[in-house]
């Protein structure tokens, strides 16, 4: 399963044109980034979506660039040849074009991160071009974007009307113009998720958008079993390490408290005249 070679936003579109099929994982640290990359996953999305998962805020809003910032890094050390997109969050591109860009620049300047996603709305279109031209490969998300969920209406699926599935679609095709390699759907019918991806060039990938997108991303917290507040509808629970690792957390602890821990062999020996030069050295301070 091992990535042969670097992967980038142009082996994203080889991949389309092939109709070959790629996965995403949402990742937030090195060891699970580069067990990802082992397994094969092409592309790991540093989602905004830590701040629920590992720092316990209640929404995803919450989360500073420089948090973001610290695990991006952390991923693109354990990605291998896996491709590292970074999220921007909240209020790191909406202020101005020059904070965009700024801000994309510095995920890839310093966080090593390949390329960068940001949740459009109908106003980002100068956003994303600015991004583009700046020679930074921007990633659009649309349908849900729960940045902006409450101009939404909640944390609820999109595109089940008339007018907001033909917005939708309007709004990948105009993305793709404003230069997005890539377009990410969220909470999205499958059957207008399939309609997008029919009428954009570019590859899809679908956070909950069903089969028809040209990649499938979830949680890497969801995929193991370690966030234990939810689990989304569109989501797949694949292992409990949560369970695993409360019964091994407790069985440290119980070790510990009936003393079988740590045992002989968790100890470092000393040669036995060593120790009894030590102990003769600190009977004579005695004296």
Known sequence: MTIEKKIGPMDLSTFKS???????LSVYDYPTAKLASEAGIET????????????????????????????????????????????????????????????????????RAD???????????????????????IMAHIGLTPQSSGQLGGMRVQGKSINNALRMIDDAKLF???????ILMECVPSDIAKLVSQEVSVPT???GAG????????????????????LP???????????????AFKSYHEDVVSEQFPAEENCYPI?????????SALEKRKI
């Open 115 to 137: 390329a960068v996603k940001i949740e459009c709305g109908r106003n980002s279109f100068k956003t994303v071009r600015a991004i583009y031209d700046a020679g930074i490969p």
């Open 44 to 111: 790991l999305l540093v989602g905004d979506s830590l701040a629920m998962t590992v720092l316990g805020h209640p929404d995803t809003i919450s989360v500073t660039f420089e948090e973001m910032l610290h695990h991006v890094k952390a991923v693109s050390r354990g990605a291998g040849n896996s491709m590292v997109v970074a999220d921007m969050p909240f209020l790191s591109y909406q202020t101005s074009t020059r904070d965009a860009v700024k801000n994309a620049g510095k995920f890839l300047k310093e966080g």
């Open 205 to 207: 990938i679908s956070y």
């Open 18 to 24: 092939k109709g070959q099929k790629f996965s995403m």
């Open 211 to 230: 089969p028809h997108c040209d990649c499938q991303g979830l949680v890497s917290s969801d995929v193991l079993g370690l966030f234990q507040q939810f």
């Open 271 to 279: 040669p036995q005249q060593t120790l009894d030069d030590i102990l």
């Open 176 to 182: 793709e113009e404003a230069g997005a390699f890539s």
């Open 233 to 247: 509808k569109f989501s797949r629970r694949y292992t409990d390490l949560s369970k695993q690792i409360r019964q």
